[in-house]
C-alpha cells in the first residue's frame, strides 16, 4: 500500500487490489486455475502486456 501511494505521489497510474487470505505471490499460482481470481489476473496480465 505504501508502494502505490508513493506512485500515487509521483503521479504514476496505480492501482491496488487486496485478495485476503492468499499467500503472498499468489498470481503465480492462479494463471493455471480456473477462478474467479484467476480469470481477473490473466485478464489485467493481459492487458498490462497488450499496453506495453
Known amino acids: 500500500m505504501r ?3 508513493a506512485a ?9 487490489d487486496v ?3 492468499l499467500p503472498h ?3 503465480i499460482a492462479t494463471l493455471d486455475d ?3 481470481v484467476s480469470e481477473v489476473v490473466r485478464d489485467r496480465i493481459a492487458t498490462w502486456v497488450n499496453a506495453t
Open 3 to 5: 508502494f502505490a501511494e
Open 8 to 16: 500515487t505521489a509521483a503521479e504514476i497510474k496505480t492501482q491496488v
Open 19 to 21: 485478495y485476503e487470505g
Open 25 to 27: 505471490a499468489f498470481t
Open 34 to 36: 480456473a477462478t474467479d
